[in-house]
């Protein structure tokens, strides 16, 4: 992976290897998006950053060790912006709500690291992948634990699994960052609110049938 820098005070040089590997993962999720991950190549990669291909390992050790970094970032940031997000909500379907519009935030803002997660994960060898699927699966129990909370309070029907429920939900914030367009009639604040309408519009305990038609 991206090597990393040591834990102790940095000195220049350490300062600007440090900028040179978020350069790195940065250029390489958008490459990898772009072309794929077999398509792009170590030589693409260092001319995006104006290096010669061999001073290239001294940031990293493989490619694959790259996409991995970059999948491990994906899953944080993730991570890190949800738990932020929920950390003084007044009630778990208020934290939902919350989990909801970070999530649409950080994976639009961070397009290429979120789609080259999805898309490209597929193609690291079996050590590296099973890291990657062991960090989705903290963010998947994080959104099932919002999810048995917000039946427990009532506000969510509890006759759905909240693993079910969670499924659901992450299907429709997956699909966003494929379509979506800052430029559009949405804003991420519109589309939080619009996805969590339409979630809880479904899981809400209190929801009426509609009638039986006698026709």
Known sequence: MVKPSHPRLESASESTDASTEARLLR???RLFRKQGYYRTSTRELA???????????????????????????GNELMIEAVTA????????????????????????????????????????????????????????????????????????????PAEHLMLVLR???????????????????QLADLIFTVFTEGANYQRTPPPVSLR
């Open 27 to 29: 250029e390489a999720a």
């Open 47 to 73: 001319a995006a950053l104006g290096m010669q291909s061999a001073s290239l390992y001294h940031y990293m050790n493989s490619k694959e060790d790259l996409l991995a970094a970059i999948c491990k970032r």
């Open 85 to 160: 997000a929920i950390s003084d909500s007044q009630s778990p379907k208020v934290a939902v709500q919350r989990a909801i519009r970070a999530h649409l935030a950080t994976a639009i803002a961070n397009r290429d690291v979120y789609l080259t997660t999805l898309a490209e994960s597929k193609f690291l060898a079996p050590g590296h992948r099973r890291q990657v699927e062991q960090d989705r699966q903290r963010y998947t129990d994080l959104l099932v634990r919002l999810l048995k909370e917000a039946q427990g309070s009532g506000d969510f029907r509890s006759d759905i």
């Open 171 to 189: 299907n429709e914030m997956a699909w966003t960052i494929f379509w979506f367009d800052a430029r559009g009639e949405l804003t991420i604040d």
